[in-house]
């Protein structure tokens, strides 16, 4: 494994389908999010939660402290990325927690669950902390707050999904796609891939 270092936003686009982590960094072919309306969306309900709620402690969830908008990355998994918020817990364990422009369906999304666990084992390395479990704030779902539980299996599944990019990355290995056809008809990928 070389010095290569991804972001929690190349994990999420690998989650969507391996091959965008292919034509991005092995190509060099921009997928031009910058345009989709979910995606600017989302930006300006991040900015505008890092301008409010500085003082707001969520004591219903056992808040003592947190921080906001913290970079934070990992020698030891070659990741980084922004943490919306570290909550520091009453029990001793602090916990990642962030804010998706989304309605709450009843489940949580497999890229909303693994960025919760990259962000824990980022915040267990730098804080030296127990982090046990991570929210998710669902703005269009008027704000409604769903805990997600982590287990060994899952920090063991989020270093797979992180050796799996820097081999597609370091080694040009070109991966399967999604196995999801939908996610085909809208990709900014489609004319390119086979």
Do not use: W
């Not at 990355?73 to 070659?78: D, I, R, V």
């Not at 370091?170 to 489609?190: A, H, L, Q, T």
């Amino acid at each position: 494994m070389g010095d290569t270092i991804i972001t929690i936003s190349d994990v999420l686009e690998y989650l969507f389908c391996p091959r965008f982590i292919y034509f991005m960094h092995c190509l060099a072919i921009p997928q031009n999010e910058g345009s989709r309306f979910k995606v600017q969306k989302g930006r300006e309900v991040h900015e505008e939660k890092r301008i409010t709620n500085t003082e707001y402690l969520r004591k219903k969830l056992g808040v003592v402290r947190k921080e906001m908008n913290v970079f934070i990355a990992s020698k030891t998994h070659h990741v980084k990325g922004i943490v919306d918020e570290i909550l520091f817990l009453d029990d001793g364990t602090a916990a990642p927690f962030e804010y998706k422009y989304a309605e709450f369906k009843d489940t949580i999304f497999q890229t909303y669950k693994f960025q919760l666990v990259l962000h824990a084992m980022m915040i267990k390395e730098n804080y030296n902390l127990d982090v046990k479990k991570g929210f998710i704030c669902f703005t269009r779902s008027n704000n409604q707050i769903e805990e997600v539980d982590f287990t060994e299996k899952d920090f063991k599944k989020g270093i797979e999904i992180i050796d799996e990019i820097l081999e597609i990355i370091d080694k040009g290995f070109y991966p399967g796609k999604s196995r999801y056809k939908n996610k085909c008809i809208d990709c900014c990928y489609s004319n390119i891939c086979t």
